[in-house]
């Protein structure tokens, strides 16, 4: 398709009369996939002064649409100008470009139903590449077929962890779950709210998902794809629990693995220290999956009973450790080995509490769990450190299952959601890429990928309460940002757009020695902070630093916890439609 495209315009360049009328500009920045027909349609133009546009058919044969550019306006972070495109007024079906005269051609796009609805599928089936301890088949994975590694059934208690129950030289078996990103280790914090936007997922959309098929190896079962995908990920939780109900932070080699395939990474193994941040996420994640899979009661018999228990037993232990955090410098000066991995520190765990509280009490309908969650005060954008939305997300969902002192909460919780969007959406309009995303720099952080994805979030579950479609459309310009529309051109999910990310800091698909990136996965984008410290930044500004490298972990590794919002995004945006 690429190819086929770029040949199409290297024809018409030879062939027509004014060659600089078609040739591609990276200047048009807009969602490569595509748009609704009836939905909102804007492209952006970067440093032109143009007034016209059109929209051809791909093939460049027909004009079905012209319309003027705007006013120019000066981005928020650099001299950057801009202008607007919108074609909303087009809602014909095809495939087609965006031209500018003079200037060029953007990447092509569709406008069609469903036209998400791939990448939707892409970035869950993505769960599945990133599964440990098994090997994935040429059936499941094409190309990317590849051998078990990681089988994580001899793991060393870490001298941090040791506890009564498990002594000094203790191994226990902690085998699945997902690789957590470019890395190969296993953290309970970045599973818990990853699991927990997958759960929400679910539950919001719940027939969108009894059609979905993922083509893994449960797809014939009955049980959801999504559900099953998840599972992998769950039973590998559950072995993370110590028998006093504490919950190990992760499970970690001592030293990240160098580009090399899973097979081939053999260091051993640990369970570190137990944390509350991983406990209480653990608990959150537990209760929600307990009321979900006792739905399955013929193919999970006893499942949601062990999810509960363990929960409560997790909350138990968070009660009585209320403020154990994991810091893993301190944490080395004291034991052996050192552990250098990712470390997903945390030492605010209001959220989490309520969090937990919030799935425990849906699940239990026990009014102690209700009492552990206080009137909301501030929203914040969820991310792994940040999960008490996750829990009002939940509350707000199942509003008429609750009682007593919850029920009295819910009126002002959801004005508060509503007071956030609205904030999040504020000036939009004025803004250099009409985003939700780019209000602020600290939007471009690491890993922005995924505030652009949950602030589209945070918009549908407006929507969902107020059925307001603003809030539909204000989601829809993120997801264009994430496929385009943005100051960097790139479309930020592998395979899926003309400009995709090629060399994500993804170990998979650095070892593996295919040139195409395993497909599906979101780069974590635009990253002020530049962490990795890579040759070849081509800005330094907020919304433009991103290196398509694999050595840029800090603007283009891969993560389970931005691939499940990208999830939820696309998945909740096809189930609207
Ligand atoms: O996503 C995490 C980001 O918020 C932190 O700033 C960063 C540095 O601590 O770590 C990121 O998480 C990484 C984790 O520690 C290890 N696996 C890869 C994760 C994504 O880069």
Same mark, same amino acid.
């Given at each position: 398709m690429k190819i086929n495209y770029l040949l199409c315009i290297i024809g018409l360049f030879l062939l027509t009369e004014k060659p600089y009328a078609q040739k591609l500009s990276e200047q048009i920045r807009l969602n490569q996939l595509g748009f609704y027909p009836t939905a909102p349609k804007v492209a952006v133009v970067v440093n032109a002064q143009a007034s016209l546009f059109r929209i051809k058919t791909s093939d460049l044969q027909k004009t079905v649409f012209t319309g003027k550019l705007s006013t120019s306006r000066k981005s928020e972070f650099s001299d950057k100008k801009t202008q607007i495109a919108d074609f909303t007024a087009l809602k014909t079906q095809g495939s087609f470009v965006l031209e500018i005269p003079d200037l060029g051609i953007s990447y092509p796009f569709r406008i069609a139903p469903k036209v998400h609805q791939e990448v939707a599928k892409a970035a869950l089936k993505a769960f599945y590449y990133q599964r440990a301890s098994t090997e994935i088949p040429a059936k499941y994975a094409g190309k990317w077929a590849r051998t078990l590694g990681h089988p994580d059934d001899k793991v060393f208690v870490h001298t941090s962890a040791v506890s009564v129950d498990r002594p000094e030289g203790t191994v226990i078996s902690s085998p699945r779950g997902?690789?957590?990103?470019?890395?190969y280790n296993k953290y309970i914090v970045n599973s818990g709210i990853t699991m927990g936007t997958l759960f929400s997922m679910y539950e919001d959309f719940p027939a969108y998902f009894q059609k979905q098929?993922?083509?893994?190896?449960?797809?014939?079962?009955?049980? !959801?794809d999504v559900l099953d995908e998840a599972l992998w990920n769950l039973r590998w939780m559950l072995t993370m629990q110590d028998k006093d109900g504490g919950v190990y932070h992760k499970l970690t080699n001592a030293n990240f693995d160098g580009m090399i395939m899973p097979d081939k990474a053999t260091q051993p193994r640990y369970v570190v220290q137990k944390s509350t941040a991983a406990t209480l996420d653990f608990a959150a994640v537990m209760a929600q999956a307990a009321r979900i899979y006792r739905q399955f009661p013929t193919a999970f018999p006893s499942l949601a009973d062990s999810c509960l228990n363990a929960s409560v037993r997790a909350w138990d232990w968070a009660k009585q450790h209320p403020n154990l955090a994991y810091e893993q410098n301190k944490m080395n000066e004291q034991f052996a080995p050192k552990v250098v991995t990712g470390d997903y520190g945390d030492n605010n765990f209001t959220d989490e509490f309520i969090w937990a509280a919030a799935e425990l009490y849906l699940s239990t309908k026990d009014e102690r769990y209700a009492a552990a969650i206080p009137n909301a005060k501030q929203m914040i954008l969820p991310s792994w450190n940040q999960v008490a939305l996750l829990g009002y997300y939940s509350l707000l969902r199942f509003e008429n299952q609750c009682t007593g002192t919850i029920k009295e909460q819910l009126p002002a919780l959801k004005q508060q959601l509503i007071t956030f969007s609205d904030e999040l959406a504020s000036g939009i309009e004025k803004r250099s890429f009409q985003?939700? &995303?780019?209000?602020?720099?600290?939007?471009?952080?690491?890993?922005?990928t995924s505030n652009a994805a949950n602030q589209g979030i945070a918009m549908i579950q407006v929507y969902r309460l107020t059925k307001n479609k603003k809030y539909l459309n204000f989601a829809l310009s993120n997801l264009d940002y994430l496929f385009g529309?943005?100051?960097?051109?790139?479309?930020?999910?592998?395979?899926?757009?003309?400009?995709?990310? &090629?060399?994500?800091?993804h170990r998979l698909a650095v070892a593996d020695g295919i040139v195409d990136p395993l497909p599906g996965f979101l780069s974590g984008g635009t990253n002020w902070?530049?962490?990795?410290?890579?040759?070849?930044? !081509?800005?330094?500004v907020a919304d433009e630093?991103?290196?398509?490298?694999?050595?840029?972990?800090?603007?283009n590794e891969i993560a389970i916890n931005w691939n499940a919002p990208l999830a939820y995004l696309t998945a909740a945006i096809e189930a609207i439609q």
């Open positions: 997902w690789y957590d990103a470019g890395d098929t993922l083509n893994i190896p449960e797809s014939t079962n009955t049980v !959801p985003t939700l &995303m780019g209000k602020s720099a600290s939007d471009f952080n690491w890993g922005s529309r943005n100051g960097t051109g790139y479309s930020f999910v592998t395979g899926f757009g003309s400009k995709t990310p &090629m060399h994500p800091h902070g530049r962490q990795d410290k890579c040759e070849g930044y !081509p800005s330094t630093c991103y290196l398509d490298a694999d050595c840029s972990y800090a603007s």
